[in-house]
Protein backbone atom coordinates (compact mmCIF):
# COMPACT_ATOMS: atom_id res chain seq x y z
CA UNK A 1 0.00 0.00 0.00
CA UNK A 2 0.86 3.66 -0.63
CA UNK A 3 0.14 6.61 -0.66
CA UNK A 4 0.21 10.56 -2.44
CA UNK A 5 1.28 13.31 0.14
CA UNK A 6 1.60 16.63 -0.53
CA UNK A 7 4.76 17.85 0.77
CA UNK A 8 5.24 21.78 2.16
CA UNK A 9 7.60 24.36 3.45
CA UNK A 10 8.20 23.44 7.36
CA UNK A 11 8.23 26.43 10.00
CA UNK A 12 11.06 28.30 9.14
CA UNK A 13 11.41 30.31 12.03
CA UNK A 14 10.68 34.12 11.03
CA UNK A 15 11.88 34.02 7.21
CA UNK A 16 9.28 34.44 4.74
CA UNK A 17 8.69 34.64 0.60
CA UNK A 18 12.21 33.09 0.54
CA UNK A 19 13.53 32.53 -3.19
CA UNK A 20 13.70 28.86 -4.16
CA UNK A 21 17.67 28.90 -5.55
CA UNK A 22 17.96 25.44 -6.48
CA UNK A 23 15.20 22.33 -6.95
CA UNK A 24 17.08 19.40 -6.00
CA UNK A 25 15.04 16.46 -7.29
CA UNK A 26 12.97 15.76 -9.94
CA UNK A 27 9.87 13.29 -10.61
CA UNK A 28 11.31 10.17 -10.29
CA UNK A 29 13.62 10.75 -8.07
CA UNK A 30 13.74 8.08 -4.94
CA UNK A 31 14.58 10.00 -1.53
CA UNK A 32 15.20 9.34 1.89
CA UNK A 33 13.94 10.56 5.05
CA UNK A 34 15.88 13.78 5.73
CA UNK A 35 17.57 14.18 2.06
CA UNK A 36 17.25 17.95 0.57
CA UNK A 37 14.68 18.75 -1.48
CA UNK A 38 15.46 22.23 -2.62
CA UNK A 39 17.56 25.26 -1.26
CA UNK A 40 16.48 28.70 -0.28
CA UNK A 41 18.15 31.40 0.56
CA UNK A 42 18.02 34.01 2.59
CA UNK A 43 20.04 37.61 3.33
CA UNK A 44 22.01 35.68 5.60
CA UNK A 45 22.59 32.27 4.45
CA UNK A 46 21.07 29.38 2.01
CA UNK A 47 19.39 26.57 3.47
CA UNK A 48 18.35 23.26 1.90
CA UNK A 49 14.63 21.68 3.09
CA UNK A 50 15.19 18.34 3.72
CA UNK A 51 12.27 15.61 2.94
CA UNK A 52 10.37 14.81 5.71
CA UNK A 53 9.71 10.91 4.60
CA UNK A 54 11.10 8.26 2.36
CA UNK A 55 9.60 8.11 -1.16
CA UNK A 56 9.24 8.61 -4.76
CA UNK A 57 8.47 12.15 -6.46
CA UNK A 58 5.26 12.12 -8.27
CA UNK A 59 5.30 15.43 -9.11
CA UNK A 60 7.62 18.59 -8.21
CA UNK A 61 5.13 22.04 -7.76
CA UNK A 62 8.17 24.24 -7.18
CA UNK A 63 10.84 25.75 -8.86
CA UNK A 64 13.50 28.07 -9.35
CA UNK A 65 12.58 31.48 -8.82
CA UNK A 66 9.49 30.82 -6.46
CA UNK A 67 9.28 32.87 -3.27
CA UNK A 68 8.01 30.61 -0.48
CA UNK A 69 7.01 30.55 2.76
CA UNK A 70 5.91 28.18 6.12
CA UNK A 71 3.08 26.18 4.11
CA UNK A 72 4.14 26.47 0.45
CA UNK A 73 3.59 23.76 -1.49
CA UNK A 74 6.94 21.88 -2.69
CA UNK A 75 5.96 18.65 -4.55
CA UNK A 76 4.28 15.33 -3.99
CA UNK A 77 5.65 11.79 -2.74
CA UNK A 78 4.87 8.81 -3.24
CA UNK A 79 4.93 6.58 0.03
CA UNK A 80 4.91 3.62 1.39
CA UNK A 81 1.74 3.99 3.69
CA UNK A 82 4.25 3.16 6.63
CA UNK A 83 6.31 6.13 5.84
CA UNK A 84 2.93 8.62 6.61
CA UNK A 85 3.64 9.15 10.71
CA UNK A 86 7.64 10.12 9.52
CA UNK A 87 6.02 13.25 7.46
CA UNK A 88 4.96 14.46 10.85
CA UNK A 89 7.61 13.85 13.01
CA UNK A 90 9.69 15.08 10.31
CA UNK A 91 7.99 19.32 10.25
CA UNK A 92 7.92 18.61 14.49
CA UNK A 93 11.92 18.75 14.22
CA UNK A 94 12.21 21.53 12.13
CA UNK A 95 9.86 23.49 14.43
CA UNK A 96 12.32 22.95 16.95
CA UNK A 97 15.37 23.23 15.00
CA UNK A 98 14.34 26.68 13.56
CA UNK A 99 13.21 28.11 17.02
CA UNK A 100 16.83 26.99 18.42
CA UNK A 101 18.93 28.48 15.97
CA UNK A 102 17.10 30.06 12.62
CA UNK A 103 20.48 29.44 10.44
CA UNK A 104 21.04 25.47 11.75
CA UNK A 105 19.90 22.18 10.60
CA UNK A 106 17.32 20.45 9.57
CA UNK A 107 17.08 23.64 7.57
CA UNK A 108 20.87 23.15 6.49
CA UNK A 109 22.42 26.73 6.42
CA UNK A 110 25.52 27.70 4.62
CA UNK A 111 27.16 30.58 5.40
CA UNK A 112 30.05 30.38 3.66
CA UNK A 113 31.32 28.49 0.50
CA UNK A 114 30.88 25.02 1.18
CA UNK A 115 33.46 23.13 0.24
CA UNK A 116 32.48 19.91 2.07
CA UNK A 117 34.91 18.83 4.53
CA UNK A 118 35.33 22.08 6.25
CA UNK A 119 32.00 22.57 6.08
CA UNK A 120 30.70 18.94 7.66
CA UNK A 121 33.52 19.36 10.50
CA UNK A 122 31.70 22.34 11.98
CA UNK A 123 28.81 19.73 11.89
CA UNK A 124 26.35 21.16 8.91
CA UNK A 125 25.22 18.93 6.34
CA UNK A 126 27.01 18.09 2.88
CA UNK A 127 25.49 19.74 -0.23
CA UNK A 128 24.17 16.82 -2.49
CA UNK A 129 21.12 16.23 -4.04
CA UNK A 130 19.12 12.46 -3.47
CA UNK A 131 20.46 10.78 -6.59
CA UNK A 132 24.16 11.49 -5.48
CA UNK A 133 23.79 10.45 -2.05
CA UNK A 134 22.21 7.42 -3.13
CA UNK A 135 25.03 6.64 -5.78
CA UNK A 136 27.81 7.81 -3.06
CA UNK A 137 25.95 4.65 -0.56
CA UNK A 138 26.15 2.47 -3.29
CA UNK A 139 29.71 3.12 -3.27
CA UNK A 140 29.95 2.67 0.65
CA UNK A 141 30.91 6.59 0.85
CA UNK A 142 30.76 8.86 3.26
CA UNK A 143 29.56 12.29 1.75
CA UNK A 144 30.71 13.92 4.57
CA UNK A 145 34.16 13.32 3.10
CA UNK A 146 33.65 14.34 -0.23
CA UNK A 147 34.46 18.16 -1.24
CA UNK A 148 31.80 19.58 -3.44
CA UNK A 149 32.47 21.25 -6.79
CA UNK A 150 29.50 21.96 -8.20
CA UNK A 151 27.27 24.97 -8.45
CA UNK A 152 26.61 26.92 -5.36
CA UNK A 153 28.64 24.23 -3.18
CA UNK A 154 27.05 21.19 -4.40
CA UNK A 155 27.94 17.85 -4.74
CA UNK A 156 28.26 16.21 -8.05
CA UNK A 157 28.48 12.69 -8.91
CA UNK A 158 32.13 13.37 -10.22
CA UNK A 159 32.85 14.90 -7.16
CA UNK A 160 32.13 11.38 -5.52
CA UNK A 161 33.72 9.21 -8.02
CA UNK A 162 37.06 11.68 -7.46
CA UNK A 163 36.83 11.15 -4.03
CA UNK A 164 36.84 7.00 -4.82
CA UNK A 165 39.59 7.30 -7.55
CA UNK A 166 41.85 9.07 -4.98
CA UNK A 167 40.82 6.71 -1.88
CA UNK A 168 42.40 3.67 -4.74
CA UNK A 169 45.52 5.78 -5.54
CA UNK A 170 46.84 6.07 -1.84
CA UNK A 171 45.95 2.85 -1.44
CA UNK A 172 47.92 1.72 -4.26
CA UNK A 173 50.87 4.80 -3.16
CA UNK A 174 53.46 3.07 -1.32
CA UNK A 175 55.97 4.54 1.18
CA UNK A 176 58.22 7.23 -0.28
CA UNK A 177 55.47 9.64 -0.82
CA UNK A 178 54.29 9.56 2.70
CA UNK A 179 50.88 9.00 4.16
CA UNK A 180 48.87 11.16 1.33
CA UNK A 181 46.15 12.38 3.70
CA UNK A 182 49.25 13.52 5.53
CA UNK A 183 47.02 12.69 8.87
CA UNK A 184 47.10 15.91 10.11
CA UNK A 185 44.38 15.76 12.85
CA UNK A 186 43.69 19.89 12.57
CA UNK A 187 41.18 21.73 14.31
CA UNK A 188 37.84 22.14 12.00
CA UNK A 189 38.03 25.20 9.33
CA UNK A 190 36.41 28.19 11.16
CA UNK A 191 32.86 28.11 10.33
CA UNK A 192 31.99 31.99 10.93
CA UNK A 193 28.71 33.72 9.58
CA UNK A 194 30.60 37.17 8.86
CA UNK A 195 27.38 38.44 7.58
CA UNK A 196 26.91 39.68 11.77
CA UNK A 197 30.05 42.10 11.85
CA UNK A 198 29.15 44.12 8.62
CA UNK A 199 28.01 43.63 4.93
CA UNK A 200 29.28 40.96 2.48
CA UNK A 201 28.94 39.59 -1.05
CA UNK A 202 28.96 35.76 -1.86
CA UNK A 203 30.99 34.76 -5.26
CA UNK A 204 31.56 31.19 -6.08
CA UNK A 205 34.80 30.01 -6.92
CA UNK A 206 36.12 29.72 -10.12
CA UNK A 207 36.56 25.95 -11.94
CA UNK A 208 40.03 26.85 -12.17
CA UNK A 209 40.19 28.13 -8.76
CA UNK A 210 38.90 24.85 -7.35
CA UNK A 211 41.34 22.67 -8.96
CA UNK A 212 44.68 24.95 -8.29
CA UNK A 213 43.68 25.40 -5.18
CA UNK A 214 43.03 21.97 -3.92
CA UNK A 215 46.11 21.18 -5.72
CA UNK A 216 48.14 24.28 -4.25
CA UNK A 217 46.93 23.02 -0.70
CA UNK A 218 48.15 19.09 -1.31
CA UNK A 219 51.41 20.50 -2.48
CA UNK A 220 52.24 23.01 0.25
CA UNK A 221 50.67 20.58 3.01
CA UNK A 222 52.84 17.51 1.61
CA UNK A 223 56.30 18.91 0.01
CA UNK A 224 59.01 20.16 2.37
CA UNK A 225 59.04 23.27 0.79
CA UNK A 226 62.26 25.64 1.22
CA UNK A 227 63.01 28.86 -0.62
CA UNK A 228 66.04 30.47 -1.29
CA UNK A 229 67.00 33.73 -2.67
CA UNK A 230 69.34 35.18 -5.62
CA UNK A 231 69.84 38.17 -7.01
CA UNK A 232 70.91 38.25 -11.13
CA UNK A 233 72.46 41.78 -12.46
CA UNK A 234 70.64 42.25 -15.92
CA UNK A 235 71.80 45.17 -17.08
CA UNK A 236 73.62 43.64 -20.39
CA UNK A 237 70.82 41.22 -21.04
CA UNK A 238 68.08 43.75 -20.67
CA UNK A 239 69.91 45.78 -22.93
CA UNK A 240 70.13 43.43 -25.47
CA UNK A 241 66.45 42.22 -25.11
CA UNK A 242 65.56 45.92 -25.61
CA UNK A 243 67.83 46.35 -28.62
CA UNK A 244 66.34 43.07 -30.05
CA UNK A 245 63.04 44.36 -29.71
CA UNK A 246 64.08 47.63 -31.58
CA UNK A 247 65.81 45.80 -34.39
CA UNK A 248 62.00 44.08 -35.12
CA UNK A 249 59.74 44.76 -37.63
CA UNK A 250 56.00 45.06 -37.84
CA UNK A 251 55.90 41.27 -37.44
CA UNK A 252 58.72 40.86 -35.31
CA UNK A 253 58.79 38.86 -32.40
CA UNK A 254 58.88 40.53 -28.90
CA UNK A 255 61.45 38.70 -26.95
CA UNK A 256 60.23 38.64 -23.17
CA UNK A 257 62.48 38.45 -20.18
CA UNK A 258 60.07 35.45 -19.43
CA UNK A 259 61.78 33.80 -22.58
CA UNK A 260 65.42 34.55 -21.67
CA UNK A 261 64.47 32.94 -18.32
CA UNK A 262 62.96 29.99 -19.59
CA UNK A 263 66.33 29.32 -21.94
CA UNK A 264 68.38 29.92 -18.70
CA UNK A 265 66.44 27.55 -16.42
CA UNK A 266 66.92 24.95 -18.87
CA UNK A 267 70.61 25.54 -19.07
CA UNK A 268 70.47 25.62 -15.14
CA UNK A 269 68.53 22.35 -15.05
CA UNK A 270 71.04 20.36 -17.51
CA UNK A 271 74.00 21.71 -14.69
CA UNK A 272 71.98 20.18 -11.88
CA UNK A 273 69.67 17.14 -13.34
CA UNK A 274 67.95 16.61 -9.68
CA UNK A 275 65.98 19.95 -10.23
CA UNK A 276 64.81 18.60 -13.12
CA UNK A 277 62.87 15.50 -11.40
CA UNK A 278 60.04 13.96 -9.47
CA UNK A 279 59.93 11.46 -7.04
CA UNK A 280 58.22 7.83 -7.49
CA UNK A 281 58.46 4.30 -6.28
CA UNK A 282 59.44 0.67 -7.91
CA UNK A 283 58.64 -2.23 -6.17
CA UNK A 284 57.85 -0.42 -2.96
CA UNK A 285 61.08 1.65 -2.66
CA UNK A 286 61.27 4.93 -3.48
CA UNK A 287 62.91 6.56 -6.69
CA UNK A 288 64.50 9.45 -8.38
CA UNK A 289 62.98 9.48 -11.79
CA UNK A 290 65.15 12.06 -13.67
CA UNK A 291 63.99 13.61 -17.04
CA UNK A 292 65.69 13.82 -20.04
CA UNK A 293 63.31 16.23 -21.30
CA UNK A 294 62.93 19.92 -20.39
CA UNK A 295 59.23 20.66 -20.86
CA UNK A 296 59.14 24.42 -18.36
CA UNK A 297 55.60 25.68 -17.21
CA UNK A 298 54.98 29.13 -16.72
CA UNK A 299 52.43 30.71 -14.28
CA UNK A 300 49.56 32.75 -16.27
CA UNK A 301 47.11 35.21 -14.89
CA UNK A 302 43.93 34.97 -16.14
CA UNK A 303 40.81 36.42 -15.02
CA UNK A 304 39.48 32.85 -13.44
CA UNK A 305 42.78 32.32 -11.71
CA UNK A 306 46.19 31.08 -11.92
CA UNK A 307 47.00 28.49 -14.66
CA UNK A 308 50.27 26.72 -15.67
CA UNK A 309 50.76 26.11 -19.72
CA UNK A 310 53.86 24.18 -20.84
CA UNK A 311 56.41 25.09 -23.42
CA UNK A 312 57.67 21.59 -24.62
CA UNK A 313 61.19 20.96 -25.24
CA UNK A 314 62.32 24.40 -24.25
CA UNK A 315 66.24 22.99 -24.71
CA UNK A 316 65.60 22.87 -28.21
CA UNK A 317 64.00 26.16 -29.30
CA UNK A 318 65.42 29.17 -29.39
CA UNK A 319 64.52 32.67 -27.29
CA UNK A 320 62.49 34.10 -29.82
CA UNK A 321 60.14 30.67 -30.23
CA UNK A 322 59.82 30.58 -26.79
CA UNK A 323 59.08 34.10 -26.41
CA UNK A 324 56.38 33.40 -29.58
CA UNK A 325 54.59 30.13 -27.61
CA UNK A 326 54.61 31.97 -24.38
CA UNK A 327 52.83 34.73 -26.18
CA UNK A 328 50.07 32.19 -27.33
CA UNK A 329 49.78 30.51 -24.67
CA UNK A 330 49.26 33.14 -22.68
CA UNK A 331 46.51 34.43 -24.71
CA UNK A 332 45.06 31.13 -24.75
CA UNK A 333 44.95 30.93 -21.00
CA UNK A 334 43.15 34.27 -20.70
CA UNK A 335 40.26 32.92 -22.99
CA UNK A 336 39.90 30.27 -21.25
CA UNK A 337 41.28 27.94 -24.00
CA UNK A 338 43.86 25.95 -23.29
CA UNK A 339 43.59 22.27 -23.16
CA UNK A 340 45.15 19.26 -20.93
CA UNK A 341 47.41 18.80 -23.73
CA UNK A 342 49.14 22.87 -22.71
CA UNK A 343 49.26 22.17 -19.30
CA UNK A 344 50.58 18.75 -18.73
CA UNK A 345 54.21 17.00 -18.66
CA UNK A 346 55.65 19.77 -17.50
CA UNK A 347 59.42 18.88 -15.66
CA UNK A 348 59.72 22.87 -14.00
CA UNK A 349 58.04 26.17 -13.49
CA UNK A 350 58.90 29.46 -13.92
CA UNK A 351 56.44 31.64 -12.14
CA UNK A 352 57.19 35.55 -13.20
CA UNK A 353 55.29 38.61 -11.26
CA UNK A 354 57.83 41.01 -12.80
CA UNK A 355 55.72 42.87 -14.73
CA UNK A 356 53.65 43.13 -11.91
CA UNK A 357 55.98 44.09 -9.27
CA UNK A 358 57.11 42.92 -5.87
CA UNK A 359 60.66 42.12 -4.34
CA UNK A 360 60.14 38.03 -3.73
CA UNK A 361 57.71 35.75 -2.80
CA UNK A 362 57.55 32.23 -1.91
CA UNK A 363 56.23 30.05 -5.24
CA UNK A 364 54.42 26.68 -4.17
CA UNK A 365 56.10 23.73 -5.73
CA UNK A 366 54.14 22.84 -8.95
CA UNK A 367 53.95 18.64 -8.28
CA UNK A 368 54.74 16.51 -9.33
CA UNK A 369 57.99 18.84 -10.07
CA UNK A 370 60.06 19.46 -7.10
CA UNK A 371 61.67 22.91 -7.92
CA UNK A 372 59.77 25.89 -9.12
CA UNK A 373 61.40 29.78 -9.71
CA UNK A 374 59.75 32.47 -8.71
CA UNK A 375 61.10 36.43 -10.08
CA UNK A 376 59.98 39.61 -9.47
CA UNK A 377 60.78 43.12 -10.59
CA UNK A 378 64.02 44.36 -11.83
CA UNK A 379 65.05 47.53 -10.60
CA UNK A 380 68.30 49.93 -10.85
CA UNK A 381 69.86 49.86 -7.90
CA UNK A 382 73.60 50.92 -6.74
CA UNK A 383 76.51 48.59 -6.79
CA UNK A 384 79.75 48.36 -5.94
CA UNK A 385 81.99 48.42 -8.32
CA UNK A 386 85.52 47.98 -6.61
CA UNK A 387 86.02 52.20 -7.23
CA UNK A 388 82.46 53.13 -7.04
CA UNK A 389 79.00 52.42 -7.08
CA UNK A 390 77.32 52.23 -10.65
CA UNK A 391 73.60 51.45 -11.70
CA UNK A 392 72.94 48.60 -12.26
CA UNK A 393 69.87 46.34 -13.33
CA UNK A 394 68.89 44.04 -10.57
CA UNK A 395 66.56 41.20 -10.87
CA UNK A 396 65.26 39.18 -7.38
CA UNK A 397 65.23 35.00 -7.88
CA UNK A 398 63.75 32.79 -5.76
CA UNK A 399 63.81 29.44 -5.56
CA UNK A 400 61.05 27.09 -3.71
CA UNK A 401 62.69 23.10 -3.84
CA UNK A 402 61.43 19.93 -2.32
CA UNK A 403 64.42 19.03 0.60
CA UNK A 404 63.22 15.36 -0.11
CA UNK A 405 64.92 15.50 -3.18
CA UNK A 406 67.30 18.23 -3.05
CA UNK A 407 69.34 20.50 -0.43
CA UNK A 408 70.19 23.97 0.18
CA UNK A 409 73.69 23.81 -1.00
CA UNK A 410 72.34 22.19 -4.25
CA UNK A 411 69.83 24.91 -4.56
CA UNK A 412 72.51 27.86 -3.32
CA UNK A 413 74.49 26.60 -6.61
CA UNK A 414 71.54 26.26 -8.97
CA UNK A 415 70.69 29.73 -8.44
CA UNK A 416 74.25 31.11 -8.80
CA UNK A 417 74.51 29.12 -11.79
CA UNK A 418 71.52 30.83 -13.26
CA UNK A 419 72.10 34.34 -12.01
CA UNK A 420 75.88 33.96 -13.70
CA UNK A 421 73.78 33.22 -16.95
CA UNK A 422 71.53 36.07 -16.90
CA UNK A 423 74.13 38.38 -15.91
CA UNK A 424 76.38 37.65 -19.26
CA UNK A 425 73.96 35.14 -21.86
CA UNK A 426 76.96 34.17 -23.93
CA UNK A 427 77.72 31.57 -21.07
CA UNK A 428 74.52 30.04 -22.29
CA UNK A 429 76.82 28.46 -25.44
CA UNK A 430 79.33 27.13 -22.67
N1 LIG B 1 61.29 43.15 -14.01
C1 LIG B 1 60.94 44.32 -14.56
N2 LIG B 1 60.07 44.42 -15.59
C2 LIG B 1 59.56 43.28 -16.09
C3 LIG B 1 59.91 42.02 -15.58
C4 LIG B 1 60.82 42.00 -14.49
N3 LIG B 1 61.20 40.85 -13.93
N4 LIG B 1 59.24 41.08 -16.26
C5 LIG B 1 58.50 41.71 -17.17
N5 LIG B 1 58.69 43.04 -17.06
C6 LIG B 1 58.09 44.06 -17.88
C7 LIG B 1 58.18 43.64 -19.31
O1 LIG B 1 59.39 44.07 -19.83
C8 LIG B 1 56.99 44.29 -19.94
O2 LIG B 1 57.33 45.57 -20.36
P1 LIG B 1 57.55 45.90 -21.93
O3 LIG B 1 56.21 45.61 -22.55
O4 LIG B 1 57.93 47.32 -21.90
O5 LIG B 1 58.60 44.99 -22.42
C9 LIG B 1 55.99 44.43 -18.81
O6 LIG B 1 56.70 44.17 -17.62
C10 LIG B 1 54.84 43.46 -18.90
O7 LIG B 1 55.30 42.16 -18.96
P2 LIG B 1 54.26 40.97 -18.89
O8 LIG B 1 54.12 40.50 -17.51
O9 LIG B 1 53.03 41.33 -19.60
O10 LIG B 1 54.93 39.88 -19.79
P3 LIG B 1 55.84 38.76 -19.30
O11 LIG B 1 56.31 38.07 -20.51
O12 LIG B 1 56.85 39.26 -18.38
O13 LIG B 1 54.85 37.78 -18.50
C11 LIG B 1 53.11 36.27 -18.05
C12 LIG B 1 53.86 37.00 -19.12
C13 LIG B 1 52.13 35.31 -18.67
C14 LIG B 1 54.06 35.53 -17.15
C15 LIG B 1 52.37 37.31 -17.18
O14 LIG B 1 51.43 37.96 -17.97
C16 LIG B 1 51.69 36.75 -15.97
O15 LIG B 1 50.60 36.17 -16.03
N6 LIG B 1 52.33 36.95 -14.81
C17 LIG B 1 51.75 36.52 -13.51
C18 LIG B 1 52.25 35.15 -13.09
C19 LIG B 1 51.74 34.84 -11.72
O16 LIG B 1 50.60 35.11 -11.38
N7 LIG B 1 52.62 34.27 -10.88
C20 LIG B 1 52.29 34.04 -9.52
C21 LIG B 1 51.99 32.62 -9.32
S1 LIG B 1 51.75 32.27 -7.63
O17 LIG B 1 50.27 32.80 -7.39
Not at 74 to 84: F, K, P
Not at 142 to 163: I, N, P, Q, W, Y
Not at 255 to 267: D, E
Request: net charge neutral; charged share 25%.
Amino acid sequence: MSEIREIHVPDIGDFKDLPVIEVLVKPGDKVAFDDPLLTLESDKASMDVPSPGAGTVVSVIIKEGDRVSKGSSILTLQMAADEAPAIQSAVAVSEVSIKDSPASAPVVAKPVAPVAPAVNASGVKPHASPSVRSYARKLGVDVSKVAATGKGGRMLREDVERFVKDALVRLDSPAPRGDQSAGLNLLPWPDVDFAKFGTVEKFALSRIKKISGANLSRNWVMIPHVTNNEEADITELEAFRVQLNKEGGKDAIKYTMLAFLIKAAVASLKAFPQFNSSLGSEDGEPILILKQYYHIGFAADTPNGLVVPVIRDADQKGIGQIATECGELARKARDGKLGPADMTGGTFTVSSLGGIGGTGFTPIINAPEVAILGVTRAQIRPVWDGNGFAPRLILPLALSWDHRVVDGAASARFLQHLAALLADFRRITL
